[in-house]
């Protein structure tokens, strides 16, 4: 009966076995039983234990006189002891739950019915989970995550698998109040089995890199059929960060973040030939309902009685990202599963709204019933002031434009800039375009992606786009198409320890000619930016100058391949490269296009993990035993890999005793000396002056650490080593002169 609840690091669930007593054997999990007796022929006999003991207690079926007789009753569980008094509801004590399969007149079948002593108390036999409510602990929201899924273990492989033979999916997540909620359509029953199940999160193609998931089911998240719920939360503790693997995929209006692409985000990226789709709810006034002639009026009053607004921006104008009108149930405030949301952004959950409309651009159209009609009445926002229906004016036409990033000068002083170029259909005799109607719109024939970067639909001069001074237009990113493979001869190497490691970049198995980065992750750092022409890089590990830190770094390969090819100067491509970059000096460009021309073609970022580095700590044998309530000094000499001395001093450096113990405070510890730590005592493992022992003979331990003060907390170095406390001798001679301790005749 035991529920497990997997999520990664095997949070689980589990109650004990209920066991079946009497009756059938395979009966139907997590039906709930009666503590009530329902037969009339079923009778018990209790021998003065307070619970259900099988080896004094009785049931039979009765013939009516009350009272056991081998011959003439029929023995259902526990002893069969001739003429014992029986009584026909329960004992006081025994747990045990009564299942009656059928209405049959109160008669016990023990081809159907079942009596079970109720091993876990919680009400049911066997248990049923009827679904899953979590939390995410992190920082993504609805617009990172695309869905959550509930998938039940159903093969034999271990670990989650998807697809054809996969495991099988049972239930979508929904939210609610914040949470993320899956109620199985039909629970699953288990009784004498055990169950995993995966919960698992769809990231969405507008996630934003850096945000975390960290998924909790809380002690009532599990849905069961049973009283008995796990005793604390299920807390993952793995925090998964969503990455931004070289180019991230953005889209938004002037005023900020929006759904403007339709179509599966994935396939937004070079050389992809796509049919894009455009959601105009935000871009054009036309915002609910369906246009009216040409020329129709307008009016500013609410014609309809179920008509809702919500003023979020309180600007006094129409601002889709922040304001919403609603169709109502009736009680005036928003609620998503009884309103339907006509335009903007839908408020939180119950907030009030207004039937008066408190925006002075909206306008309203009314087929005259006073009764609001998707397919006759129409709501916009009037764009040039007249109060009149419009197309031309109001039913705005986007152009679609894309990048065609420039660079002029020479000598190495450049200024770089963006022009934008329509995009062409037709055979290049018709702009590509769609009128902003507030629906979906399609273009006249699929795009195809010809260069990375941030494309715009406008209404009129891109230019002011790119400067960031437009007040009405729409974009969205074109990532790099990953054509490259990559491998690494090793993705693992130490601190400290000089290894060599290659980059292999191929496309479609052949060597490329492409740029390679290097980073530190924690903050995105530049190791080297280099051209590797043939597709190969190798470099050395190097403690000094390459790989500088322990930790992770990342390896990402790439090329600009659009007709103003760039390097990148020494930088290298980020996020941050061209507008935060000061070696480039742009024109016609803001912090809105994002990085300066992103690269066509890239690879996925795989990593270097650099571990901490183990020194090599040598004690000389005249050092390795001190004498207990003696002094001495224990000299350790820390050595890198390549065997020389290691000049950091200021190596964090703790000792212990036999015990286990920290006594780090007692001796005294010198590192003045580079690669040269001494540490010596007056009287190892006695406190003269307290009169207490803090240290016992045996094996002492010394541990020999070093974190970089700019580090990100994982240590570049650690090594251990040992020595020896032990009784001191009945007599200690120690030869001061001759200092080679020889005596010769």
Known sequence: EDIFIDYHDGGTYSAEADQVIAGVDSPSDGIEGDIENPWDDVYFYNSGTSAWEEDSDAIWQDDGNVYYDNGKDTHVAGVQTENLLGQNSMPTGWDLKFYDAQDDGGAWDDSVDMIVFEDDDNGVYGDAIGGVAIFNNGTADTTDIEAIELYMESNDEPGFQTGEGGDTHIGTFTTSDGAWVCVLSSPITLFGESKTFYVVANISGLARGGKTLQFEIPSDGILLNSTTLPEEDLVNANVITIGKLGVDYFEGTEDGAVDVIVTDTKEIKYDATVNVQINTSLLNPLLAGTAPADGTDGDTNNPWSNIYFYDGGKSGEWEGSSDAIWQDNGDGKYNSADDTLLAGTAPAEDTTGTDINPWSDIYFHDDGDDVWEEDSDAIWQDKNGDGKWEKSNDAVEYYLYYPCYKRVGSGGSYTYYIEWKPYMVAGGSEQASVTADGKVQSFAESIHFNVSGMWILDDDDPIDAAKGTDDNFAYFWVNGSRVYDMSLSTDKVYYGKNETITITVTEGGSAAGVWI??????????????????????????????????????????????????????????????????????????????????????????????????????IPETNRTMYWNFSGEVKIYVKGYDGKNLTVSDFDVKVYNSTGGDVTSYPSIDKSTPGVIKISCDSWGWDGTHHRTWGTTGTWKIVVSYDKPTADGTEEWNGTVTFTVTSAPDVQIKILNPEDKEIKA
């Open 517 to 618: 980065d290097v980073r530190r992750e924690s903050d995105g750092s530049l190791v080297f930016h280099k051209w590797a022409g043939d597709g190969t890089v190798t470099f050395n590990s190097d403690w000094i100058h390459n790989l500088t830190y322990a930790g992770n770094y990342t390896v990402f390969a790439y090329r600009d391949i659009d007709p103003t090819i760039i390097g990148y100067g020494t930088e290298g491509y980020s996020e941050d490269y061209g507008y935060t970059n000061p070696s480039i000096t742009t024109s016609n460009y803001s912090a809105i296009c994002g990085p300066w021309d992103p690269p066509e073609k890239i690879s996925a970022v795989k990593k270097i993990v650099v571990k901490t580095g183990e020194p090599q700590l040598e």
